[in-house]
């Protein structure tokens, strides 16, 4: 009698056999988790941009005494809202203009121009901060004595909507 030492073909055959379907399991699990993860990153991306241009443009409004949505001519900036205000405390004038800037995909950046004046209007400090880069759209309206803000982010394939109302300053 002939004692063979190893394994058959059948046997090899049927452990490749598993570990392939193994292997694919474990690949289509790995593609659904980076998938997913993702997704998740880009509606993180677009609520946090969302909320930003919300935020900032709700602080400063809530100390507007002048707040305007048209854009300045004289200045090469694309403004979408200019807010100005005087300190109570200094009196020091305070000009913040939100500017649109192109991007990719059809949205928009926006920059964030902070300038505060003396009482001679002298300039005594300036900013530029970006605020967001995935803004689909935003509009600004006055339907009663608050303003509306409504913002659209997208970013990938996900897209969120946020709406803000800021009443006006009273004086």
Same mark, same amino acid.
């Given at each position: 009698m $002939?004692?063979?030492?190893?394994?058959?073909?059948?046997? !090899?055959?049927?452990v490749i =056999? $598993?570990?392939?379907?193994i =292997? !694919?399991?474990?690949g289509?699990?790995?593609?659904? $988790?980076?998938?997913?993860?993702? !997704?998740? #990153?880009?509606? =993180?991306?677009?609520?946090?941009?969302a909320?930003n241009f919300g935020?900032?443009v709700?602080?400063?409004?809530?100390m507007?005494?002048t707040?305007?949505t048209?854009?300045? *001519?004289?200045t090469?900036?694309?403004?979408?809202?200019t807010? *100005? @205000?005087?300190d @109570?405390?200094?009196?020091?004038?305070?000009?913040?203009?939100y500017?649109?800037?192109?991007?990719?995909?059809?949205?928009?950046?926006v920059i964030?121009?902070?300038?505060i004046y003396? #009482?001679?209007?002298?300039t *005594?400090?300036?900013?530029?901060?970006l605020?967001?880069d995935? *803004?689909?759209?935003?509009n600004?309206?006055?339907?009663?004595?608050?303003?509306?803000?409504?913002v #659209?982010?997208?970013?990938?394939?996900?897209?969120?909507?946020? #709406?803000y109302?800021?009443?006006?300053?009273?004086?």
């Open positions: $002939i004692k063979e030492n190893g394994y058959s073909v059948l046997s !090899l055959v049927v =056999a $598993i570990s392939s379907v =292997a !694919l399991g474990a289509m699990t790995t593609g659904q $988790i980076l998938e997913q993860s993702r !997704l998740n #990153e880009d509606y =993180a991306t677009v609520v946090r941009q909320q935020f900032n709700s602080q400063d409004m809530v507007a005494r707040v305007s048209t854009d300045n *001519i004289v090469p900036d694309v403004e979408f809202i807010i *100005i @205000w005087k @109570w405390e200094n009196g020091y004038k305070h000009d913040v203009r500017i649109w800037l192109d991007s990719v995909d059809s949205l928009k950046k964030k121009k902070h300038t003396d #009482e001679n209007g002298l *005594i400090d300036s900013s530029n901060s605020l967001a995935n *803004i689909y759209s935003a600004l309206t006055q339907p009663n004595d608050a303003w509306r803000l409504t #659209e982010a997208r970013s990938g394939e996900k897209s969120v909507i946020r #709406e109302e800021v009443n006006k300053r009273v004086d």
